[in-house]
């Protein structure tokens, strides 16, 4: 009786391991043989097609004292200290959000605060890049029509202003996913803890200091790792709208890699491999200091 019950538990962990099997093999072949594949090209001398020749940690050597992935490192690092400052609207449109009392106005906010899920990002860039345009562009125009035309600006075009123009396309930068986990994260809190501060007098500063904010720490940690990571490997938003200019104003290194590889007529891929071997070492760095610094309440 005892060997037929552990026959049956076998058989149970057999047929969970063959379900999981399909997924385990798709995960291995189409997630960690490119990430393999990549670390061992960044130390060839690799065009995609032919050249194939070993060169060790040359391609780390040249990255080192490349001027213009050093450019690249000063503007990624800009992007992530906005990305992080501009966490703040979100986690407070959230908690304000929580604190209205009517359910029929809490359920229209959300509504609208996920409008923005179902529109293609693409299609947002392009407004952005339109209103940005210095001669039919929005903003030069409502400028001008303040009576305000000495202050128009080349805004994408000018070195100076890039940087910044990019990060106000994120405008009023409440973040969709992000506001769902915050708002996951406040209605799973309990109610008598809510209650408990009404009865101390708890005033609206002591409690997001004091309750929503340590409570929200796990979220906010969650949220924190896929800036770090979406800021440091990301450069979509510079491929499309800028192409990292004007000059190298707004390269960031994900785009360089992506330059590297696919930017000449005979692509550089081992190069572009160790700027992406590069980038993932710091991205995992940050994202564990991050994590050991960012503690959540237990």
Not at 13 to 21: E, H, K, Q, R, T
Not at 128 to 144: A, I, R, S
Not at 166 to 182: D, H, K, Q
């Amino acid at each position: 009786m005892k060997r037929w019950r552990l026959r049956g538990v076998h058989r149970e962990w057999l047929v969970g391991y063959a379900f999981i099997l399909p997924a385990l093999g798709f995960t291995l072949i189409f997630d960690y043989y490119p990430i393999l594949n990549g670390m061992k090209q960044s130390l060839y001398d690799w065009n995609g097609v032919n050249v194939d020749r070993f060169v060790g940690l040359q391609n780390f050597r040249q990255i080192l004292t490349d001027p213009v992935f050093g450019h690249a490192m000063a503007n990624v690092l800009f992007f992530l200290a906005a990305n992080i400052v501009l966490m703040v609207p979100t986690l407070t449109a959230c908690i304000i959000l929580f604190r209205l009392r009517s359910q029929r106005a809490q359920y229209i906010y959300r509504i609208f605060f996920m409008i923005p899920l179902v529109v293609p990002w693409v299609v947002m860039l392009l407004v952005w890049e339109f209103m940005y345009d210095p001669q039919f562009g929005l903003f030069n125009h409502l400028l001008t029509d303040l009576h305000l035309s000495a202050y128009r600006q080349l805004w994408l075009a000018s070195p100076s202003e890039v940087k910044w123009c990019l990060v106000g396309m994120g405008f009023p930068w409440i973040s969709t996913t992000a506001a769902l986990i915050y708002l996951g994260g406040l209605m799973s809190i309990d109610p008598a803890i809510w209650e408990a501060a009404a009865l101390d007098g708890a005033g609206s500063w002591a409690r997001a200091l004091r309750i929503e904010w340590p409570l929200l720490r796990g979220q906010f940690k969650l949220n924190l790792v896929g800036v770090l990571s979406g800021t440091l490997t990301g450069y979509g938003v510079q491929l499309l709208v800028t192409d990292g200019g004007p000059g190298y104003s707004s390269t960031v290194p994900g785009l360089y890699m992506y330059q590297a590889a696919f930017g000449g007529t005979q692509g550089n891929y081992g190069y572009a491999s160790a700027v992406g071997l590069l980038l993932f070492v710091v991205a995992i760095l940050m994202t564990v200091a991050m994590m050991r610094y960012v503690r959540s309440e237990a």
